[in-house]
């Protein structure tokens, strides 16, 4: 039997279909991702190479930055500036600075 290829007998002959079962098929138009269970060609409007995804544009990269660089900020150096006010020495500002200058290295702007 060719690999690939499963047989099954069919109204009384055998016959040897397609067999994509276990496999991920895409639709060609539109949006979904489903399991292949049954023998057979498959449908003409089905893949199983999965859709190209766009690269991401210089607006949605820099959106994501800024989105990463925030959470950043609310969890690691905003605890650190409120630090800083309440002490007001100048180790606790440097440290609140240092923390800022590592999450803008973390997360670097896109440039282009």
């Known amino acids: 039997?060719?690999?690939?290829?499963?047989?099954?007998?069919?109204?009384?002959?055998?016959?040897?279909?397609e067999d994509?079962?276990?496999k991920?098929?895409?639709?060609?138009?539109?949006s979904g991702a489903f399991e292949i269970e049954e023998l057979g060609e498959l449908?003409?409007?089905?893949s199983l190479t999965p859709p190209c995804t766009p690269e991401p544009t210089f607006e949605e990269r820099f959106a994501s930055t800024i989105a990463q660089r925030e959470a950043a900020y609310k969890t690691e150096s905003d605890?650190?500036?409120?630090?800083?006010?309440?002490?007001?020495?100048?180790?606790?500002?440097?440290?609140w600075r240092?923390?800022?200058?590592?999450i803008k290295e973390r997360y670097p702007l896109p440039t282009e």
Do not use: C, F, N
Not at 79 to 95: R, S, V
């Open 1 to 17: 039997m060719e690999e690939g290829y499963a047989v099954l007998l069919v109204e009384g002959e055998w016959q040897s279909l």
């Open 20 to 22: 994509h079962r276990g």
């Open 24 to 30: 991920i098929a895409y639709k060609k138009y539109g």
């Open 43 to 46: 449908p003409s409007d089905v």
């Open 79 to 95: 605890p650190l500036y409120m630090e800083w006010q309440y002490d007001g020495t100048a180790e606790a500002e440097q440290k």
């Open 98 to 102: 240092d923390k800022v200058a590592e």
